[in-house]
């Protein structure tokens, strides 16, 4: 065992070499799935090298094999084909290069393919990514919209043209990227974050045309799902015709049917919106105008009551009252003071008739004392008091005499 390597002694680049071969030959051999980027066939020799992608990332590795591991395996392998192969790692010293060296090759087939998608769907779908209740609404009128496909595609024509048909003025920002093939994927999760990170984009439409099940491959990878479920931003998924159902269309927020059925999800028709303004409008001044007839149905109903009709009638009818009132309150007065006059007279009468000058008048007179006692008896007097004699009319003086 070598030593360890420090900065005193550090290890050879043969010793790096040698221990790198041994660490990468303790893998053995292992199944690797890829896709086939490229195929270089040396002339004259038996020995073929691929270019072995990760369908995800932008990851490759070569393999060297045998024409005849190719012919076995996969004789009609071109280079986008998806494969599995029976490898082991080797490394070169010399060139200081990493290679698979495959002794087998399978290529998989359409129906293998679908498999592998329906197993990914059902994983994914129970990862919750296809659940309804986290789809988002797409905006009435995006400020801009983002827009992944194909450079000068069809797809992309279709989305551009009827977007600007239906409203002229909306903006787009395009990311054209390569929609098949091994370098697909990483370059469409690339320009999905970028258009994610744009704070100006409202959302994103990833578009394509047709193709075969192979072609639209990228749109059911699974870096790209996670990639989409990840995003901030709405995404639209427009991918090939109607019948055609990758992955991506389960996972974005709303499906597109075709890429021009995404333009006509994304933004309103503003015909249409002009007339449905118009429509509203109309119902509005139908609205208005009926109102008015009816509140002026309802004026002439309420000026057609006598009370408006002839409104003095009700002051009439009030001053009237008041008059009544007030005779009714006059004669009631006048007939309590001839009471109380009466009463007053009956009164006065009593009064005079026990009155002491009514007595005098009959002929009496009131005898007092010089001290003002009136006199009731003779034994009140002595002889000699001067008395004073009160009459109706006068009055007189008189000496008591004794009897």
């Known amino acids: 065992m070598s030593n360890p390597s420090t900065a005193d002694e550090p290890w050879p680049v043969r010793v790096v070499s040698q221990k790198i071969t041994a660490w990468i030959g303790k893998l053995g051999w292992v199944w690797v799935d890829g896709q086939v980027a490229q195929i270089s066939r040396r002339p004259g020799s038996g020995v073929v090298f691929l270019t072995l992608r990760d369908p995800a990332s932008d990851l490759s590795l070569t393999v060297t094999t045998s024409h005849d591991v190719i012919h076995a395996g996969a004789p009609e392998l071109a280079e986008g084909a998806r494969v ?16 698979l060296r495959a002794d087998e090759i399978r290529q998989v087939g359409l129906g293998e393919l679908l498999a592998r998608l329906e197993r990914l769907k059902k994983h994914l779908a129970a990862e919750g990514l296809f659940a309804r209740e986290r789809k988002r609404r797409l905006p009435f009128l995006p400020g801009r919209v983002g827009l992944i496909t194909g450079r000068a595609s069809a797809a992309e024509r279709d989305v551009l043209v ?18 098949q093939g091994p370098t697909a994927v990483p370059q469409i999760i690339d320009a999905l974050k970028v258009l994610d990170g744009d704070d100006t984009i409202d959302v994103i439409v990833i578009a394509r045309g047709g193709g075969s099940v192979e072609d639209l491959l990228p749109f059911s990878d699974e870096a790209l799902c996670r990639a989409v479920f990840a995003a901030r931003t709405p995404v639209v998924s427009a991918i090939g015709h109607e019948t055609d159902s990758p992955l991506l269309d389960h996972v974005a927020d709303v499906r597109a049917s075709t890429p021009t059925n995404a333009a006509e999800r994304i933004v309103p028709d503003l015909a249409e919106e002009q007339k449905l303004i118009a429509h509203a409008k109309a119902r509005l001044d139908r609205a208005v105008l009926h109102m008015i007839d009816r509140e002026t149905q309802r004026i002439e109903a309420w000026r057609s009551r006598p009370v408006l009709a002839r409104p003095e009638a009700l002051l009439d009818q009030r001053a009237a009252e008041a008059d009544a009132l007030r ?21 006065l009468a009593r009064l005079r008739a026990l009155s002491p000058a009514k007595t005098l008048e009959r002929g009496y007179a009131i005898v007092q004392r010089s001290d003002g006692h009136v006199v009731r008896a003779a034994g009140e007097v002595a002889g000699g008091d001067i008395l004073r004699i009160r009459l109706a009319e006068g009055e007189l003086r008189a000496t008591a005499q004794e009897s």
């Open 84 to 99: 599995t192969l029976h490898a082991k790692p080797e490394f070169y010293p010399a060139r200081g290069t990493l290679s």
């Open 162 to 179: 009827n977007a600007r048909r239906r409203w002229p003025s909306v903006d787009f920002r395009v990311m054209n990227v390569p929609v």
């Open 327 to 347: 005779d009714r309150a006059t004669r009631n007065l006048e007939h309590r003071l001839r009471r109380a006059d009466d009463a007053l007279e009956h009164t």
